[in-house]
């Protein structure tokens, strides 16, 4: 059969070849994105105003070399935020893209609204990474993006690495859009934000934002966010500082002439893992063993660290400062009706049959339920000197 | 139209790529977006769902190959001839042919669909159907061998695709797994059910029989590639399950690609771009091994050349294409393909074995010999 139609499909392959080269080079027209024709948006910042408009304000990398500012700051009002893309359109002599886009800032009265849809926006548009960070602000996010910083060039990769390297060095939970939403459409778990302030100059992270479903209701320091992470999570370069009365070391510590009354310890590479058991279901009661290992990095006091009972004296007292810190944050939020450390999502993997959860169900489980805290410390290495 | 077929030896396959031909035709776009059918009816149990529809895709295979190796060499419309006389065989010929290239069209709409949504929003969709189907053409027109050597070339290329999955497990929330087995029977099997349109494409194997070289080691083969396919499939499927939550696993489309955009390189920030790129690697084996089933059915039946084949299946697969629109009519597309693919690949072939040995059972007490095999 192929030998009796040789020339046929010959001059089929020859057409198909060319066809399909020339198809090729045709779509070569579809939808060209020039480098300096789009506008690349790195940070964008929503806040709520009296009207219940939303303003939104964007920050682009200039590349005109004749530009005095290294930033392009748009600012637009609308309802929605593609509305804000479209009026920031308008006002600029670029495409304005959001492919760059790291970090997204709320402004706090639009937070207490709730985020769900405007994140969702955001969420729906495939060219924007998950690994987008968002932010609460406590004033207006246009007045934080529009300051004249000095040093910190274009604010929003300024903001995307200051959060990503407190997220890598454990001192703020991770808190990619991904996750906002993964936790949103969870009935067991409620979402958490970094909270942003700005001094002067300075952009700071002042605590985690905690959220009731997408709306923020309060935040939290970072040592408190450190030990909702540690009810259920992992660390393995944490650190944390505390401090113990003196009296705890006894002998060790009479002979001190200065005695002050407390003594700081400062704890680092902390490494934890924790197993949360339900062992009640009605009302809930959880079973928290916590293990850490720990390098203690500084202490007030000159106390030989070599002495083994030294040792386990201070191991002793972390363990107990951090099961009543536990026992506090945890009431705390109870008070608050948050549950960022998911509780609700332990519940759930633990008792059948409440695959079904509702988020009522849930909070009322959370209010009622009770805890114990079991802080199992390990003080492994004490840095290089004894 | 004789049953059985004897292919040119020169024109023949190999054993072991007809199992690359399976696990290349069963990956394909289902991969992409499986994860929330089958969790909407199995819930967190999902991957339970994905084993099983890989036990049963296995004995699917297994009753195949015992079905084809009843005969030396015959494809499925010889089969049908033999079983159903000649006007039903003929006519089922037709309607498996036709199942074929919809398969083929089935796979081709959804991924210009995924390109659309994901990277040209505005690319018309007849530009993309073109191209592709034309390199489609252009393979088929050389032959099996030459598909089944471009399947080869691009499961090889592609398969390291599931390494990816490490970044996601990053985010791994492994409570999401437990209490396992809270789904009950009946919510399992509605999740095997949404399986089907991911794990259909070893009925290929019904219509390249007659071209593999060794056919007594085929089932080997062939059992391999369905088992690589079940494994990447359950792999999948855990890591989805433990990186989103169950309300958002059942809001996302293409979970897939959402589990893809967390990989991230220093010189590459947007890696689904690159993995919708390569994914056409892994799509063209798709359409190029359907339409060649499809073609080859025609020439069984009716003794059309290729050529003539693909002029009449490739242009209808193009414009019932264009017809579709809108995400919603696509989506209700592939649910009806899949519960057609369900009947056609998973409980036909159990009824067509059946009824083969019924035949050949009545065929011995006729003739009184323990001959088991058909004499052309």
């Known amino acids: 059969m192929r030998q009796s139609t040789n020339s046929s499909f010959g001059t089929g392959k020859r057409f198909l070849s060319m066809w399909c080269a020339v198809t090729l080079l045709i779509t070569g027209c579809s939808d060209r994105q020039i480098f300096d024709e789009t506008g690349l948006v790195t940070v964008v910042g929503y806040d709520l105003q009296k009207d219940g408009n939303t303003r939104g304000t964007i920050v682009m990398p200039s590349i005109n070399p004749e530009a005095k500012e290294k930033i392009q700051l748009i600012s637009a009002v609308a309802k929605t935020s593609k509305g804000i893309r479209d009026q920031a359109n308008l006002q600029s002599d670029k495409r304005v893209l959001g492919g760059q886009l790291r970090v997204a800032l709320y402004n706090e009265a639009l937070a207490k609204q709730g985020l769900g849809s405007i994140v969702d926006t955001l969420y729906r548009d495939p060219s924007i990474s998950s690994r987008l960070y968002l932010c609460v602000y406590e004033g207006y996010t246009y007045d934080l993006l529009t300051y004249p910083y000095k040093e910190l060039g274009n604010i929003g990769i300024y903001m995307y690495r200051m959060i990503e390297q407190n997220v890598r060095g454990e001192k703020i939970p991770s808190t990619t859009m991904h996750e906002f939403f ?35 209701v309060g935040w939290i320091s970072p040592k408190e966010a450190f030990l909702i992470k540690m009810i259920h999570g992992k660390f393995r370069i944490g650190s944390y500082d505390t401090a113990v009365p003196s009296e705890v070391f006894g002998k060790h510590v009479e002979h001190l002439k200065n005695k002050a009354k407390d003594v700081q310890l400062v704890f680092d590479t902390i490494s934890s893992k924790s197993r949360v058991k339900l062992t009640k279901e009605s009302p809930a009661h959880f079973d928290v063993k916590i293990k850490l290992n720990a390098r203690i990095l500084e202490l007030t006091v000159p106390l030989k660290v070599d002495e083994p009972d030294i040792l386990s004296m201070m191991e002793r007292a972390l363990e107990k400062e951090m099961e009543g810190k536990l026992q506090r944050i945890v009431k705390r939020m109870q008070e608050m009706d948050v549950d960022p450390a998911g509780f609700g999502v332990i519940y759930r993997a633990n008792r059948r049959g409440m695959g079904k959860m509702t988020t009522s169900e849930w909070r009322k489980m959370f209010k009622e339920a009770t805890f114990r805290f079991k802080v199992d410390a390990t003080i492994i290495r004490n840095g290089v000197m004894d | 139209m004789n049953i059985n077929d004897n292919v040119k030896p020169t024109n023949t396959i190999s054993a072991y790529l007809a199992g690359f031909l399976v696990h290349g035709t069963q990956i394909g776009v289902g991969v992409l977006g499986f994860q929330r059918i089958v969790a909407q009816e199995a819930g967190h149990d999902a ?24 005969y030396p060499s015959a494809d499925i419309y010889g089969i049908q001839l033999d079983v159903f006389g000649k006007w039903l065989g003929a006519f089922l010929g037709v309607i498996y042919s036709i199942y074929f290239f ?42 099996i061998r030459v598909v089944a050597g471009y399947t080869f070339f691009s499961v090889s290329v592609t398969i390291w695709l599931v390494c990816d999955l490490y970044y996601p497990l990053q985010f791994a929330q492994w409570e999401y797994l437990f209490p396992i087995l809270e789904a009950n029977a009946g919510q399992l099997f509605k999740g095997m059910i949404g399986m089907s349109l991911s794990s259909i494409g070893f009925e290929i194997l019904y219509a390249i029989y007659p071209y593999i070289q060794n056919k007594e080691r085929l089932p080997r083969s062939v059992q391999t590639g369905v088992l690589v396919t079940n494994l990447i499939y359950t792999f999948v499927m855990i890591v989805s399950l433990v990186f ?94 899949a519960k057609i693919g369900m009947y056609t690949a998973y409980l036909y072939p159990f009824l067509l074995f059946v009824l083969v040995k019924w035949k050949q059972r009545k065929r011995r007490m006729k003739e009184g010999t323990a001959d088991a095999t058909v004499h052309e």
């Not at chain 2, 919809?102 to 690319?123: D, K």
């Not at chain 2, 018309?124 to 032959?143: F, Q």
Request: net charge positive; proline share 4%.
């Open chain 1, 182 to 216: 993964r936790a949103y459409y969870d009935h067991g778990i409620d979402p958490q934000l970094p909270y942003i302030v700005r001094k002067g100059n300075e952009i700071q992270i002042k605590g985690v934002a905690l959220f009731q479903g997408d709306r923020y």
């Open chain 2, 47 to 70: 991957w339970i769902s994905v084993v099983l529809a890989g036990l049963l895709t296995h004995l699917t295979v297994l009753v195949i190959t015992k079905t084809l190796a009843c």
């Open chain 2, 102 to 143: 919809l398969s083929a069209m089935v796979i081709l709409r959804t991924y210009v669909e995924v390109v659309q949504t994901w990277v040209f929003p505005n690319l018309p969709t007849w530009v993309l159907s073109a191209i592709i189907l034309l390199l489609a053409v252009y393979t088929i027109m050389g032959g």
């Open chain 2, 244 to 337: 989103f939550s169950q309300g958002q696993l059942v809001r996302t489309i293409w979970a897939t690609l959402n589990l893809k955009k967390m990989v991230y390189f220093p010189i590459l920030e947007r890696f689904e771009l690159i993995a919708i790129s390569i994914w056409l690697l892994v799509v063209l084996p798709n359409i190029m091994v359907f339409i060649w089933s499809s073609a080859r059915g025609f020439k069984r039946l009716f003794g059309w050349n290729l050529r003539k084949t693909m002029i009449l299946i490739v242009p209808v697969i193009y414009f019932i294409s264009l017809l579709l629109v809108s995400r919603n009519e696509i989506n209700k597309l592939n649910d009806i393909f």
